[in-house]
């Protein structure tokens, strides 16, 4: 058990590192140029990684997830329990983390169908439904609209909420990390 958990951290370590190594257009390489925040580019297709470069079969989320990383912005857990309920920071690393999960359930579905990673899918689908939740409530400047919901009251309960989401998403990366 901890010789494959050692190759899939060697493989995900491999990983990072071939995509920090990769070379834009420009030639100036990946790991020089500044990070992109998910909101700032385009639709969450054009964001995801490719597979594993040197084989058919398919990357596992393990080895997906540093590169999803990177891709969306992610360097940390979203933590947000300790913020104002209208601090927009906490908000863009939710729709991160949400993003980001919602993409690796897409591509488990797709480079997986017969159901091999249905715990990592379902754990992804919660933190989705977490961060959507965030964003009806209009915490954390999540929402396109002000919220409708009383600005005392939303004190109390966007906390709550994103630490179901931060919740969400560490169970997420515990699955992840099991495979």
Not at 80 to 97: E, I, M, R, Y
């Amino acid at each position: 058990m901890l010789t494959r958990r050692f190759a899939l951290a060697l493989s995900a370590a491999a990983t990072t590192l071939l995509t920090l190594s990769a070379c834009g257009d420009d030639g100036q390489a990946a790991d020089d140029r500044k990070p992109t925040r998910a909101a700032s580019s385009g639709p969450a297709e054009s964001k995801q990684p490719s597979a594993a470069a040197s084989s058919d079969k398919p990357a596992t989320p393990a080895e997906l997830l540093p590169a999803y990383r990177i891709a969306y912005g992610m360097s940390s857990s979203p933590m947000c329990s300790h913020v104002a309920w209208d601090d927009p920071g906490c908000g863009t690393d939710l729709t991160a983390a949400g993003e980001l999960a919602g993409a690796m359930a897409e591509s488990i579905k797709r480079d997986f169908p017969d159901g091999q990673y249905t715990d990592v899918e379902d754990s992804a689908g919660q933190v989705v439904k977490a961060v959507n939740t965030v964003r009806k409530l209009g915490c954390y400047d999540m929402g396109s609209t002000p919220p409708k919901t009383d600005s005392a009251k939303l004190r109390e309960l966007c906390p709550s909420m994103s630490t179901i989401a931060s919740l969400a998403w560490l169970n997420f990366e515990t699955n992840v990390s099991d495979w």
